[in-house]
């Protein structure tokens, strides 16, 4: 089964490397870098929507803050600072012209010099933006649980978004494919639901939202902050961080998974089971609809969210 967002994008003219922005096919970097070879990377995955003549981007500042977390949880200096990335993020966008929503990728890896193991080579780091439609479908999508679990916190940083950590994702992934389904869910060391491969999820139980807890090996998700704000501030729905287990899954009322690619999908079959009445919750579709005019800005309260560049 294919992803929304699979074929082949539409490149766009240019992106920025190590300080400068550059022609999108002199965007390279050589193939003995570090990160290449031992996925000493970190990176981010940050959405900008076309609307009313401008790039609205979504939590552009909590988006390059995490960068730098992970980047520290893996002893890497970036070489700028938050502030110079978000300009650059703004002029990249600017200079291509973007008429269609984007997808907008900064990336910091080690570079050339020693291929050590223990090597601090200088970072590279670039940003990528290109058009992007949906990822996930959002009307609804069914998962299988998979066969591969999210590491413990002390095998691996796995609250880190290091390119490294992908490769879980990208097999966890491809096994979902392979037998039919759109996504898979990963379960933590202990057998607990963990989350979905590159989404956070979320059960509604009695009207109640339950999402994994900080300690259940997973990304600390800038949508699942965003969806557990919306709950609690303007739905007065309560949001448990608990533990879930496995067979919580079946009997779930409603199941969405929240991520910047994935946004807000409906889960309406998880290995086998119909989930609610097979159709997306009507909490789910409230919060998609609310997310939906929260990430351009429609939304007061949350304003201050959203980044605009003007597009000439
Ligand atoms: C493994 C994983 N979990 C969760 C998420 C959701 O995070 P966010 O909402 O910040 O995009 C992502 C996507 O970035 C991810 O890759």
Partial sequence: MTKASEGQPIWPKYAWLDGSIVEWGSAKVHVFVHGLHYGTGVFEGIRGYYDSGAIKIFRLEDHMKRLFRSAKMIHMEIPY?????????????????????????????????????????????????????????????????SSWRKPSGDSFPVETKATA????????????????????????????????????????????????????????????????????????????????RRAELYIADEIFLTGTAAEIVPVIEVDGRTIGTGKPGELTRKIQAIYHQIVVGKVEMFRSWVTEVPIA
């Fill in 165 to 244: 950590n992908y490769l879980l994702y990208h097999l966890s992934s491809l096994e979902a494919a392979e037998h039919g389904f759109d996504e898979a869910i990963l379960l933590d060391a202990e057998g607990y639901v963990s989350e979905g491969a590159g989404e956070n999820i979320f059960i509604v139980r009695e009207g109640r939202l339950i999402t994994p807890p900080v300690y259940g090996s997973i990304l600390e998700g800038i949508t699942r902050d965003t969806v557990t704000r919306v709950a609690r501030e303007m739905l007065g729905v309560e949001v448990i961080e608990r533990r879930i």
């Fill in 81 to 145: 600072t938050v502030e110079q990335l978000i300009e650059a993020t703004r002029e990249l966008i600017s200079v291509n012209g973007f008429r269609s929503d984007i997808y907008i990728r900064p990336i910091a890896f080690r570079g050339l010099g020693s291929f050590g193991l223990r090597a601090r080579n200088p970072v590279n780091v670039a940003i990528i933006a290109i058009e992007f439609g949906k990822y996930l479908k959002p009307d609804g999508i069914r998962c299988m649980v």
